[in-house]
């Protein structure tokens, strides 16, 4: 679910689908931001790398805090 590798998150989707509570949902949501960005915007920082004008945006409207 972690991993900033869409392949990755579309398995983990898949794989959580069945699951009870709110996994399945937060797997999407996670899926979601890197189909979108390509990766986690919350961990630019972190991580020293540049934020995008539009993850900015994201991040300002809420975003996924992680």
Do not use: K, Y
Not at 23 to 37: E, G, K, M, S, Y
């Amino acid at each position: 679910m972690h991993s900033e590798t869409l392949a990755d998150q579309e398995r983990c989707v898949a794989l959580c689908a069945s699951l009870a509570g709110d996994t399945a949902r937060f797997a999407a949501l996670h899926r979601d931001i890197v189909a979108r960005f390509g990766r986690f915007p919350h961990r630019n920082q972190a991580l020293g790398r540049d934020t995008t004008p539009e993850e900015r945006r994201f991040l300002d409207e809420g975003g996924f805090a992680g």
